[in-house]
């Protein structure tokens, strides 16, 4: 069975380095990391992974934006997209809601359960 492989769309640099480790060790997944959400759509399109995990607290375009971007992308359109998000509120909760993304993990988080959070977000039983 091909290995998983996962954008991390993050402008973390502590995240983009815990979380491609967490992935290998954890689940071998494989891991795409940008840094911004215009490196991330790119790499959606060439890379076509199997999710993205998208920060919705970015600079220039913040998750939700860049998630409409990749929603208009035929390309890109069916990947799932889990959101990471420090905002927990229920107004952002409600936010969520009506996005058809596949699930939403709140920071901070540890990496074992991150990875589990999105094997089940996503059904996967790798």
Do not use: Y
């Amino acid at each position: 069975m091909a290995k998983k492989r996962i954008l991390l769309i993050d402008d973390e640099p502590g995240i983009r380095q815990v979380i491609p480790v967490a992935f290998r060790v954890i689940a071998s997944w494989e891991a795409i990391v940008a840094d911004s959400c215009h490196t991330g759509i790119a790499l959606a399109e060439a890379e076509q992974p199997d999710a993205i995990l998208l920060d919705v607290m970015m600079p220039e375009i913040d998750g939700i934006t860049a998630f409409h971007q990749m929603q208009a992308i035929p390309a890109i359109k069916s990947i799932p997209i889990i959101l990471l998000t420090a905002k927990a509120q229920a107004s952002d909760r409600q936010r969520f809601a009506q996005l058809a993304i596949a699930g939403v993990i709140t920071k901070p988080f540890k990496a074992p359960d991150l990875v589990n959070q999105i094997r089940l977000i996503l059904n996967w039983n790798d």
